[in-house]
């Protein structure tokens, strides 16, 4: 029973990674077709992630009420109805308004499961559950890619995804039994208001949002810089860029395996220093093959360090506090993952490209800082 819960949540976690990565995908016949410019990607992710914050930041009093198995079964029904409109949406604006339920529902799935599983597995297996975000995130793209290689229009490839994410809400309405007996087990939650003034909170919300900026902008930028600043192909940083996901899968696995003999805090301190050492390799006018392997690196560095995080937030301000922790952290972290890339941009825009590594080196010493403070700050408590 419990092996078979832990198999679906899995499932649910890969049905988080599912929607992310399809936009991206499909946009360059989506944006055509639609009549729009290019550009009009952000404002679509924008709203996304705005709905995302809303959820994250409702996760707990959702939870409360319903409980985590009921809260992932209607999240990710509502994300398959919103891929399902995706599908049929006429128009740019009706894909603003299906965009709405869309990051509904994966908020509040985010943050649910992340609780869960903070709660009653071990940090080996928070690891690997967010590896199953890089295989949803990463499946994405190749059933749009079929979709458009075989002219049949990128409306398909979001009704393939919609499908799929039908499927895994029949299970996961299946599954609630299963959910029952571990929710009745678990000690009450406090509300989000009873939070202010727990030590360490403020510095740990800091050092999510840092994350969350160096994984997005390391994601959406490196391809351009690596054409940019290293002169590579376009083809080939466009398969370069996906390097730094792989990293991100393969360590989340390699993390599980090792956590519990080394414990979170060495693991989240052994993820940063990979982390700085690749953008440091990026810092040096290296060959271009050795910038890819850096990019390698940082998402190997990256992997163990928001798992584990999520993993300590029951140690650290106590169960009964840690859904509300977690949501508020998953409204942080989307925060970063939101503005974070658009202000590189930005930046780039009035210097060069070549700004890439040194951004990400900030951000990574942001966070290093916040969660050396938060550290200092519970011993103090």
Do not use: K
């Not at 995302?52 to 198995?69: H, P, Y």
């Amino acid at each position: 029973m419990f092996s078979l819960l832990l198999a679906i949540i899995y499932l649910a976690y890969i049905s988080l990674g599912l929607p992310d990565s399809l936009i991206g995908a499909g946009w360059p016949a989506m944006h055509a077709q639609l009549g729009v410019p290019v550009s009009y990607a952000g404002l679509i992710t924008m709203i996304i992630s705005a709905n995302t914050i809303i959820s994250s930041l409702l996760s707990n009093r959702l939870n409360r009420r319903f409980g985590t198995g009921r809260v992932t079964a209607v999240s990710v029904m509502t994300t398959a109805l919103g891929l399902f409109g995706f599908a049929l949406a006429p128009s740019f604006i009706w894909l603003c308004v299906i965009a709405v339920p869309y990051g509904l529902g994966a908020g509040a799935v985010d943050a649910a499961l992340n609780n869960y599983v903070a709660l009653h597995y071990s940090t080996r297996q928070l690891n690997w559950l967010h590896m199953c975000w890089g295989l949803g995130a990463a499946i994405s793209p190749n059933v749009m890619g079929f979709a458009l290689t075989h002219h049949l229009g990128w409306r398909s490839g979001y009704l393939a995804i919609g499908i799929v994410q039908a499927l895994l809400t029949i299970a996961l309405f299946a599954s609630l039994p299963l959910w029952h007996e571990r929710h009745t087990a678990t000690a009450p939650t406090s509300a989000s208001g009873q939070l202010r003034g727990l030590p360490g909170l403020p510095q740990a919300l800091i050092a999510f949002l840092a994350y969350c900026a160096i994984e997005g902008t390391a994601g959406i930028w490196a391809a351009s810089y690596l054409v940019a600043s290293r002169g590579v192909h376009l083809a080939t940083a466009a398969r370069a860029a996906a390097l730094f996901y792989i990293g991100i899968t393969v360590g989340r696995f390699i993390a599980g395996v090792v956590a519990d003999h080394i414990g979170d805090r060495a693991l989240i301190w052994s993820g940063i220093g990979v982390l700085a050492t690749g953008g440091a390799l990026l810092l040096f006018p290296l060959p271009s093959h050795v910038a890819m392997m850096a990019l390698l690196l940082i998402g190997v560095g990256c992997a163990p360090i928001y798992p584990t995080i999520i993993h300590q937030v029951p140690t650290d301000f106590g169960a009964a506090n840690s859904q509300a922790v977690i949501g508020i952290e998953m409204a942080s972290a989307y925060v970063g993952s939101t503005f974070a890339p658009p202000i590189f941009g930005w930046l780039a825009g009035r210097t060069s490209l070549g700004l890439y590594p040194v951004y990400l080196l900030v951000l990574t010493v942001v966070m290093a800082g916040a969660l050396a403070w938060q550290t200092h700050q519970l011993q103090q408590h």
